[in-house]
């Protein structure tokens, strides 16, 4: 065991309770918190055999997330995209006392990031570019990075393939994406080996109510499919992928309550709803 992941932020760009919302889901969220409410993406990966805090994304919510889960340093982050749910955080980077925060992305993604101007030129960042398809290792880990399908991103967006090749083990985040990723990126995902964890965008989950619901929120659904998943979806993409086991994320407030959730999802084999403070370990 080597790898500690911490879901940050299980929701979708608004979080849920959505502040201007008060459907049965923001009302539950409002009045239990977590797991029934969800701050904005975020993933931890604490690396144990070598003392390593790298984040995957840093979204609005990142001060509060790293206060609650009682971390207080962070040595790398690996960015998807550019989107404000993805990236706005990094400000959080600014006074802080770790001496240099070392930044991955494509070119693409960095630039648009660090482009904001502001604080973020008073932030102690190492800017290290990544190009998809070409492993580069941090702190005993190896990151690959794969093309998705997330139209609306301000720049081309990525998933990470994370392996630890020492103990054969394959963690992969999809970031935000559609279903059909390219093929290439497929490939990736599923050889040498399927991913033992799979944690992947699925905007809203199985529940009856929570597809009436989403049929009236949704406006433009060819769209939305190339940009996020719902839970059919999903369905498809773990039969392509086969993980041992799924965790979704980005979860909206249009979802039933958590509680709900959960066992609406009972009769899917190893597919889990992800919450804020979950930890999995690989
Ligand atoms: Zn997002
Ligand atoms: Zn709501
Ligand atoms: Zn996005």
Known sequence: MSLKITILGSGDSVGTPKWDCHCETC?????????????????????????????????????????RSNIDRIDAIFFTHGHYDHQSGFGDFY?????????FGTEETLN???????????????????????????????????????????????????????????????????????????????????????????????????IKRFKKFIFDFNLFRNNHMIFPDILEFVERVKPNETYLIHLSHLCAPHDQLESNLKKFENVKAAYDGLTIYL
Do not use: W
């Open 95 to 103: 006074r802080t006392r770790i001496p240099t925060v070392e930044i």
């Open 27 to 67: 009302k539950t969220a409002r009045k239990r918190g977590i797991p029934f409410s969800r701050t904005r993406f975020g993933i931890l990966i604490e690396v144990l055999d070598t003392n390593k805090n790298i984040l995957i994304d840093t979204g609005p919510d990142l001060r509060s997330q790293l206060i």
């Open 112 to 210: 648009y990031i660090l482009s904001s101007g502001g604080i973020m030129k008073s932030i102690r960042y190492k800017n290290r570019e990544i190009l998809p398809f070409h492993p580069i290792e941090y702190g005993g880990v190896q990151f690959t990075a794969f093309p998705v399908l997330h139209a609306t991103s301000p720049t081309r967006p990525v998933g990470y393939v994370i392996e630890k090749p020492e103990n054969d083990k394959k963690l992969v985040i999809t970031g935000d994406t559609g279903l059909n990723i390219p093929n290439k990126s497929l490939e990736l995902i599923t050889n040498p080996k399927n991913p033992d964890i799979l944690i992947v965008d699925c905007f809203i989950d199985n529940n009856d109510d929570t």
